[in-house]
């Protein structure tokens, strides 16, 4: 994975329209912290962040490297190349359960009924409206045994169907719609915002909130770490986890006045972001809101078997 800086891409005519209450820290020699990830909407909290100099102010000099993946930036974070990365937390849990030293350390996405950021799509002329309908069929995800694929069986589970009677097929996200309208997978789960550029043009519709299957309320991806370099950096990790705290919260309850910058980090456009479902952020780590993905993953064959979620937060 090669650094690279990408702050560059955010305008900075966005300092003056985004501003909030910036807490008091005492003046430190800045310490650096690269944060792996994808590119995606929910990131964009940490890129305001660091705009606007929330970190800075801290005492710490905070970037982002762009990963292919969140499992590709957990993997550079584990080697020692990186020192956070923000994953799905099903892997986190993979992780764990082999003994991987890697632990939660500030919220991410959080998934809410009123704020789905995927839906659970078929072609617009498919006949399926149960979990029933689904028996047997073949439902696309990015990554076998993924939390797509737990949420899928959870669903199907729920509404009358047999989740262990589905076949799953590896196909890459930019690739679900036209699986689907081709019929070459009976459904999936489509993301912002190619779930509301489909739902648009009609190609796709949705049968259910497959998330919300397992949990109305959980949280979905995470700030993580190893546990020896936070236990060494303990100051920087909970600054890093309240300046995010903070972040998130703005987010939250600016999202007309944060629409820009989504615009321009994630390079989709200012009208569609301003038409978006956009992605509800974490305000507070707490296990509760961990625990449903565990145990789903759990039942749903996701992971081995369950455990308590605060064996995998962590703790100064």
Known sequence: MRRREVLSTVGVSLVATLAMPARTWAQTTPETIHVASPVTEPI????????MKMFERAGLDVDIVPASSGAAATTAVIAGTYEIAKPTLLSIFAAHLRDVPIVIIAPGFVHTPAHPNSLLQIAADAPFKTGTDLNGKTIGVPSLNDMNSVAVRAWVDKNGGDWKSLKFIETPNSSL??????????????????????????????????????????????????????????????????????????????????????????????????????????????????????????????????????????RR
């Open 177 to 314: 719609e036209e699986a689907l309208v081709r019929h070459r997978i009976d459904a999936a789960s489509l993301t912002t915002p190619a779930l509301d550029a489909s739902l648009a043009a009609g190609t796709t519709k949705s049968i259910g909130d497959a998330l919300g299957a397992i949990a109305p309320i959980f949280m979905a991806d995470a700030y993580v770490a190893r546990p020896d370099w936070a236990a060494q950096h303990a100051d920087a990790v909970q600054k890093y986890a309240r300046i995010m705290e903070d972040a998130n919260n703005y987010f939250n309850t600016h999202l007309a006045e944060t629409a820009p910058l989504v615009a321009e980090v994630t390079k989709i456009e200012l009208a569609n972001v301003a038409k978006m479902n956009r992605s509800m952020l974490g305000t507070v780590l707490d296990p509760a809101l961990v625990q449903p993905l565990i145990d789903a993953a759990a039942k749903y064959g996701g992971i081995a078997r369950s455990f308590p979620a605060r064996e995998v937060i962590w």
């Open 44 to 51: 964009t909290a940490l890129y305001y962040a660091i705009k």
